[in-house]
Structure formats: structure tokens, C-alpha cells
């Protein structure tokens, strides 16, 4: 039957069997090679869209994060300045009294760094280990410059007897390698002891795992309160007919809108010993006039603030997934013999878990990470661990200090930010 | 919302607690926003309502503190007419820090937008590789906690070529801290997850077909892209830069690390005056942020409802 001029048995070889040849477009190209081809163009042609942006996003981003975090591991400031010093470092084992060499590669190196003007950010760098002794470089510099004369412990001691402090030295020893994990250590509230064992600090010292402590408690806290008071209002709006729904969504949604400062100044003005909330409680009878209570600057005026800020953030991704929950379900159950407690918890509540876990994952990622609203209302006790990263970078000035805290939060950060790509999918992530 | 006719007494009063819960949750959403607007128009500097205010007496409201923000860091706040509003327009600080949010805002949503849409054209087709990680990245700046963005901005803005010359870019440029430039770079990169986020939620309902249809009628990509795509992902254009828009308004950590003193905007303004001692004044600015919100909202609303019209995808 078939006829070499029927086209319909042409097609029908070339497609099921493979024996004929492959399929041709209307050039002669194999079919296979072309449709490679031009899936290779469109591939190309999507990446160059997107490729903008991308190298924007890495260059003023992810290239600035990542040399910030560089800093937590990498301080050159001593070891670059006092070469001589730290090559004497790097060649006597930890342990070794340091000898007429080492106070002779100390001078140089001081008398080096002072004529570069550079003896400030030595001082700054030992002055994190040992707080105080920035001046000690600073002014042994100045004297320095007039010259020295050997024996140079004894000269250096005649300067200032401080030199002699083994603890100076301990911290010397540990600033000459530029690559270090001391700042990790630290941001831990532990150092290395002079027999290089690893230890905790002194109790009073140890601040950063508490504050640490405190932000993910407090996070979670946040968390806890943004769900159980965003879970009924997500309830009511999936549930009403839409335009009432709607009407009712602009009071979650004006909140969002609203500037953050805005909102914190609220708060201020609100919990305030003279503000309005106290006020209507000394009204009430409820407190007396003398009795005022302290809301703010303290953990509770944190609390009260960040759970406002956040709420719209829960309550956002509940609805959305409630929306979806077929009514009928509950129905069904209540149908069944389910009390309406039952039909709640075994039936409806399960099928927001999605959200929930959405909603819950958005706030804690951006709770851990709040700088604005704890340094206007947090006082001392509801500081957070981004507040002590930005003491580092405007006070204090230890920058890497600051670098290795950032790394920590940012680590854990990353890590929520995977589980919520994972569990959610970000492209999931809606606003407004 | 009604309650079903089977529910028990006990329901019932479940089901109108659960109302009034729900009224008390709305309430402590939008009663703070709303109270420090009565707040003011106090005559007094305290921050609470007085009798005065109480009793509605017109004596106990003035615009003190709005006047106050306007007088505030000019030469002559005493001078009349025409050159109290030039000297106002040309010296006090808030409406210096107004330009400045205005100028920077503008910019920075430009960059954003421009950029934001092209790739989430990119990202929106099946074809486009690595889309999970690149979309990630994308994103990570809204996900990344400000403080940390802001100190890794700090260096990098302080010295950006010798930054770059790490990654193999030339290294003969100044310095961008302190200037609009870094400021509006900073900000854009802010404000681009939202363009990306609400540009791609318009174009998951985006029927490939019409442009299909569009080529096989002889439109060329590119006239394609302006008549056809565009004017339907357009509303979900405008309110992602809206939103990159709101970013950069409202952003403050970044301003504080990398912007100079001729960079102050109007957070960083609130920011200081909060810090230092708070007067009223700081409550009329909140007002007028506050209005300047809800007209934000309402036009971020009507375009979602435009955009769900035009696209036919009907509110559930």
C-alpha cells in the first residue's frame, strides 16, 4: 500500500521508525539539532535578561558582604606594621620569654610605624585584646621618634613600664598572624589562654552568647505572639465575603505601609511614663499615679513594638493559604460527628500549617536581624545582637569584631532562609 | 461568617468572643498609627492627650509643631511671605531632607525597576538556567538583616575600586560614600527583591500565547514587548518601583553607614530627632508619613484590582 508518493506514509516512517533518517526541518537541518539549537538561544536569551541585574545585585552586594566577612578572620593591622616583631613571633614557639631580640624588633618596628603614622592602628588592634592600651602605643610612639638607645627593654620600660605586661605580649603574639580565629572566639565569650588552650572569658565579660541567647528568645517570643494574634485575624478575612474582607485587609495592610520609624515613634509616644497608655491606666484605677509603669526602654518595649511591626508578615501568608482551604471540609467533619473543637484541630488547622510555617519563617528571619526598632525602644535590656554589630562599627571600632557577630547571625540567617526556599519556595513569596 | 443554625449555646458565645478578639487585634494594628495624629496638633509638647484636647476646646489644638517643622534650620523664621517660603525652601532642614528622600527615592526605584522588570522577564521563562539560585540571590537582600547589608555597604562604598580589584575590575575610581550615587546604589539594591517579587507574581498568569499570537501577526520582539507585554505586566510594574519607592523612603541603616551629611533624608532626620530629644514635631512628620501612606496603599490597591481585571483573573 504504501506508495513513495503518499506523504502520510513519508510521515509515518520517519516518526516511528528510526531506520528512515531523522526528521528535517524545511532547510534540511536535522529536526533534533535545530530544536537544540534554538532552546540554547532561548536559554541564552532569558540568562541575558536576567544578567543586569545580577552582576548589580553582586557587585554592590554579595561582594561587599563577602569582604566585610573577610574581616572576620583577616586583621593585618599589627602584622603588616610590625614586621619584625611578628617574624620573631612566627619564630619562638608560644611560651618563649621574649629576649633583647624581641624588644629590639618591638623598637624598630614602633619607630618604623611611628614615622609612617601608622602606630594608631597598631594600637587600635591591641587595644581589643587589652582595652586601654591604645594610648600606650600612641604616645610610646611619639617618644620613640626622638630615637632609642639599646638595651631597648630597658629603654622601652624607661618609656613606659606597661611593656613588661605579659598580657601586652600574649595579645602581641595572637595579633601577628593576619589569619585568625581569635575574633570568632570572641564573639563565642571565649579566648585562647597564653598555653594556647581555648577558654571562656571571665563571667562578666561573657555578653555575646547571651545576647545571642536573647535575640533567637526573643525572635521566637515575637514569633510566638505574632501567630497567636494574626492566626484569628487571617481566619476572619479568609472567611468573610470579599468585600468586606477587603475593607477590613487596609487595617493590616496601612500598618504595612507605614513608615517603620513611624510605627516605633508610635510606640514611644504610647508606652511612654507620660504617655497615653499609662495615662488611661491611671484613669482606670487601674495603677496609681505614682505607680507608673516602666514600658519601654526595656525587653517588653521591644516585644510590644517588633510584634506590631511584624504582625502584617504573619498574617500576610496565612490568609493567602486560608483563602484556599475548601469550607466544605469543616463541613464535613462537623457532618461526621466532630465537635467543632475536633473539626478545628484535626481537620482545619492542619491544611494552614503551609502558611503557617511561611508566616512563622518570615518573621523569625526578619525578627533575629532588627537593629532600628530595639536601639529606639530596647533600652539596655532589649538589645539585640545586630545593635552590639553596629556598637562595633560606629563605637568601638572593632571592625572585625563586628565582621565575625556578622557572620554568626548571618549564618544562621542563610540557614532559615534555605528551610523557607525549601519549605515554601521563594518564588511563593507574595506582599501586599 | 454567620454562625451555622446546629452550633451549640456554647458556639455561639465562642463565635462572638472570637469577633471581639478579632476587634481587639485590629485595634492594636491601627491605634497607634491613628493616635499620634489628634497627638499633633497638641498645643503643649507632652505627648498625651490633654484635658483641653479632650473636651475638643479648638484652644488645645494649634499646628505649633507643623510650623515648627518648617521654621526648623532656617535663617529668618520670622521673615513674611514670599521670603519666610524661600528661605524655608532653601535652609530648613526638613524640607532639605525631603528633597534629598524625593531625589534618592526616585533614583534608586528607576535603577530598580529598570533592572528588577528585565529580569524577572528573564526569570518568568521556562527556558531560563539556575533559576532557583539566581531568584535566591535575588532575593537575598530583602532576607539578609539590614545591619549586616549596611556594614558590608560601609567598606565597600568607602572604597569600592580597591574593593573591585579583588574580582578583577579596574581599580581607578574615588570613593562613594558620602555622595547621592552611592546612596541611590545602595537603595536600589534594596529595593530590588520587591520589584522582582511583584513583577514575577504578574507574570505567573501571563498567557505566553498572546505573544505568540503577536509574532505570528509579524510583530517583532521588540514591538511586541512595548504592546503587548507591557501594558498588561505594567499595573504589577508600578507597584513593585511603588514598593522599591517605599524602601528607599524609608530605609535609615544604610543612610546612616554610607551617606554624608548632604545626604540627610527624612528617616535619618527622624531617626536624630528621636534620638536626641523628642519634640512633637517628630509627630507631625509621622502625620504627614502617614498620609503619604494610605495615598500609597490606595494606589498599590487599585492597580492589584486593575491588574486582576486586565488579565482576567477574577478575586476569589
Not at chain 1, 108 to 126: H, N, P
Not at chain 2, 82 to 96: G, R, V
Not at chain 2, 240 to 263: H, R
Request: with cysteine; proline share 6%.
Amino acid at each position: 500500500m504504501a506508495n513513495a508518493l503518499d506523504p502520510h506514509a513519508a510521515i509515518a516512517t520517519t516518526a516511528s521508525g528510526l531506520t528512515g533518517g531523522a526528521l528535517r526541518t524545511a532547510d534540511g537541518r536535522p529536526l533534533v539539532r535545530a530544536l537544540a539549537r534554538s532552546q540554547k538561544r532561548a536559554r541564552r536569551r532569558a540568562f541575558l535578561l536576567v544578567l543586569p541585574l545580577l552582576a548589580f545585585v553582586l557587585i554592590t552586594f554579595v561582594v561587599p558582604i563577602g569582604q566585610m566577612l573577610q574581616r572576620s578572620f583577616y586583621n593585618d593591622g599589627f602584622s603588616a606594621n610590625m614586621p619584625q616583631l611578628s617574624q620573631w613571633f612566627a619564630d619562638h614557639p608560644r611560651g618563649t620569654e621574649p629576649d633583647e631580640a624581641a624588644w629590639a624588633a618591638l623598637a624598630a618596628d614602633l619607630t618604623a610605624s611611628a614615622e609612617a603614622r601608622t602606630i594608631g592602628v597598631v594600637g587600635t588592634r591591641i587595644n581589643y585584646d587589652v582595652p586601654g592600651t591604645r594610648s600606650l602605643f600612641t604616645s610610646t610612639g611619639r617618644q620613640v621618634r626622638r630615637g632609642l638607645e639599646p638595651p631597648y627593654r630597658a629603654a622601652l620600660l624607661d618609656i613606659n613600664d606597661d611593656w613588661a605586661e605579659p598580657r601586652l605580649w600574649s595579645a602581641m603574639r595572637e595579633a601577628s598572624r593576619p589569619v585568625t580565629g581569635n575574633f570568632y572566639l570572641a564573639a563565642l565569650d571565649r579566648s585562647r589562654a597564653d598555653d594556647g588552650s581555648i577558654q571562656q572569658v571571665e563571667p562578666r565579660q561573657r555578653v555575646y552568647v547571651m545576647l545571642f541567647m536573647r535575640t533567637f528568645w526573643l525572635s521566637l517570643l515575637i514569633t510566638a505572639i505574632t501567630f497567636v494574634l494574626g492566626f484569628p485575624i487571617a481566619h476572619l478575612l479568609a472567611t468573610l465575603p470579599m468585600r468586606r474582607s477587603n475593607l477590613l485587609m487596609i487595617l493590616v495592610l496601612l500598618p504595612f505601609w507605614t513608615s517603620l520609624l513611624v510605627r516605633t515613634t508610635s510606640w514611644m509616644v504610647l508606652l511612654q511614663q507620660q504617655g497615653v497608655i499609662n495615662d488611661i491606666l491611671v484613669w482606670l484605677g487601674v495603677i496609681g499615679g505614682t505607680g507608673r509603669l516602666q514600658m519601654i526602654y526595656n525587653q517588653t518595649g521591644t516585644i510590644i513594638a517588633m510584634t506590631h511591626i511584624l504582625l502584617p508578615f504573619m498574617i500576610l501568608p496565612l490568609y493567602s493559604v486560608m483563602r484556599t482551604i475548601n469550607p466544605s471540609y469543616v463541613r464535613a467533619a462537623r457532618s461526621l460527628g466532630a465537635t467543632s473543637w475536633t473539626a478545628f484541630r484535626r481537620v482545619y488547622f492542619p491544611q494552614t500549617l503551609p502558611g503557617l510555617g511561611a508566616g512563622a519563617l518570615l518573621v523569625f528571619i526578619l525578627a533575629v536581624g532588627y537593629y532600628i526598632t530595639p536601639a529606639l525602644v530596647g533600652g539596655s535590656s532589649g538589645q539585640l545582637i545586630s545593635n552590639m554589630i553596629a556598637m562595633h562599627m560606629t563605637d568601638t571600632l572593632n571592625w572585625s569584631m563586628a565582621a565575625a557577630l556578622a557572620a554568626l547571625l548571618l549564618a544562621a540567617v542563610l540557614l532559615l532562609y534555605w528551610v523557607y526556599d525549601r519549605m515554601v519556595g521563594i518564588d511563593n513569596l507574595k506582599l501586599g | 461568617m454567620a454562625v451555622p443554625t446546629y452550633a451549640s449555646p456554647l458556639e455561639r458565645i465562642w463565635h462572638y468572643a472570637y469577633l471581639v478578639i478579632c476587634g481587639l487585634i485590629f485595634f492594636f494594628l491601627i491605634a497607634p498609627i491613628v493616635v499620634i495624629i489628634p497627638l499633633s496638633f497638641n498645643v503643649e509638647p507632652y505627648f498625651t492627650f490633654t484635658d483641653r484636647m479632650l473636651s475638643f476646646d479648638p484652644e488645645g489644638y494649634s499646628m505649633r509643631w507643623y510650623r515648627s517643622l518648617l521654621t526648623f534650620g532656617m535663617q529668618n523664621p520670622n521673615a513674611t511671605g514670599w521670603a519666610f517660603w524661600s528661605d524655608a525652601w532653601a535652609n530648613a532642614n526638613w524640607i532639605k531632607a525631603a528633597k534629598n528622600s524625593i531625589i534618592i527615592g526616585v533614583f534608586s526605584t528607576l535603577l530598580a525597576t529598570v533592572l528588577g522588570t528585565l529580569a524577572a522577564l528573564g526569570l518568568s521563562r521556562p527556558e531560563m538556567p539556575f533559576r532557583r539560585l539566581i531568584m535566591a540571590i535575588l532575593i537575598s537582600p530583602m532576607i539578609v538583616p539590614l545591619i549586616i547589608t549596611a556594614t558590608g555597604m560601609f567598606f565597600f562604598y568607602s572604597n569600592p575600586c580597591e574593593m573591585l580589584g579583588v574580582v578583577g575590575l579596574p581599580t581607578n575610581c574615588g570613593r562613594l560614600a558620602g555622595t547621592y550615587l552611592g546612596v541611590i546604589l545602595a537603595h536600589a539594591t534594596l529595593g530590588i527583591p520587591f520589584v522582582i517579587i511583584t513583577v514575577t507574581a504578574t507574570l505567573v498568569g501571563f498567557d505566553q500565547s498572546l505573544n505568540r499570537a503577536a509574532a505570528s501577526l509579524g510583530a517583532g520582539p521588540r514591538t511586541t514587548f512595548f504592546r503587548v507585554t507591557m501594558p498588561l505586566i505594567l499595573p504589577g510594574v508600578i507597584s513593585g518601583a511603588l514598593f522599591a519607592f517605599v524602601t528607599s523612603f524609608d530605609e535609615v541603616v544604610a543612610v546612616l553607614f554610607i551617606a554624608g551629611p548632604d545626604q540627610q533624608t527624612i528617616p535619618r532626620q527622624m531617626w536624630n530627632g528621636i534620638r536626641e530629644q523628642i519634640s512633637p514635631a517628630i509627630l507631625a512628620v509621622a502625620t504627614l508619613l502617614v498620609i503619604f501612606s494610605i495615598a500609597l496603599l490606595t494606589t498599590v490597591e487599585l492597580l492589584r484590582r486593575r491588574s486582576e481585571r486586565i488579565r482576567g483573573v477574577t478575586p476569589r
